[in-house]
Nanobody, 125 residues
Framework: VQLQASGGGSAQAGGSLRVSCVAS????????MAWFRQAPGKEREFVSS????????LYADSVKGRFTLSSDGAKNRVYLQMNNLNPEDTAVYYC???????????????????WGQGTLVTVSS
């Protein structure tokens, strides 16, 4: 399984960016794809996840109402639309994938088997 993230870049506070991730070779019948982020000097933290089938989403409280995660399950592609960005959103964003995770596990980075290379998002004030 390989995950390829794209998008990201720089934005000013209040602006928007989108990151996307495509998984190849990921054939589990029940899948979860997620985004985590890691700011300099901080732990990697959960941002959002989405299931396939079903499209059930979870969000970190810090991004709820600003970020939207969507998917094209048939193509193993997810899109994270980030609106109303603030400097605290600055981080490397990592795409992750796992199979059959229950809801209580989806925020736990140790439960994900596959990771992408990360893409940098920088938000200036």
């Amino acid at each position: 399984v390989q995950l390829q993230a794209s998008g990201g870049g720089s934005a000013q506070a209040g602006g928007s960016l989108r990151v996307s991730c495509v998984a190849s070779g990921f054939t589990a019948s029940r899948r979860v794809m997620a985004w985590f982020r890691q700011a300099p000097g901080k732990e990697r933290e959960f941002v959002s996840s989405i299931t396939w089938p079903g499209g059930s989403t979870l969000y970190a409280d810090s991004v709820k109402g600003r970020f939207t995660l969507s998917s094209d399950g048939a193509k193993n592609r997810v899109y994270l639309q980030m609106n109303n960005l603030n400097p605290e959103d600055t981080a490397v964003y990592y795409c992750a994938a796992g199979g059959g995770l229950i809801a209580s596990s989806r925020r736990d980075k140790s439960q994900y088997s596959y990771w992408g290379q990360g893409t940098l998002v920088t938000v200036s004030s």
